[in-house]
């Protein structure tokens, strides 16, 4: 059963930075096209970041902070995070489409930004 691992988050300061690893285990899945969402506490689960061959997105609260890239030969996605705010603490998560068709979210990685 396929399963994707999030890591990389941590304690970090105000503008700080922190890089966010996403891995499949289990069994063999493109990350051709996945999305970067994060959930604060008492708030709904948000998109933040997607990648697509030629292609990045980035929700508005994110933009010129944080970058999304891949690495194909390790069959990882990456989210580079840059200049971070108390109002980016959340867990995050990565996800493909067909996963989330089913209804599967991983463990996530908790991100606090805080002084």
């Known amino acids: 059963q396929v399963q994707l691992v999030e890591s990389g988050g941590g304690l970090v300061q105000p503008g700080g930075s922190l890089r966010l690893s996403c891995a499949p285990s289990?069994?063999?899945?493109?990350?051709?096209?996945m999305g970067w969402y994060r959930q604060a506490p008492g708030k709904e689960r948000e998109l933040v970041a997607s990648?697509?061959?030629?292609?990045?997105k980035y929700a508005d609260s994110v933009k010129g902070r944080f970058t999304v890239s891949g690495d194909n030969a390790k069959n990882t996605v990456y989210l580079q995070m840059n200049s971070l705010k108390p109002e980016d603490t959340a867990v995050y998560y990565c996800n493909v489409p067909s996963l989330m068709a089913i209804g599967y979210w991983g463990q996530g990685t908790q991100v606090t930004v805080s002084s």
């Open positions: 289990g069994s063999i899945l493109s990350l051709n096209a």
């Open positions: 990648i697509t061959p030629g292609d990045k």
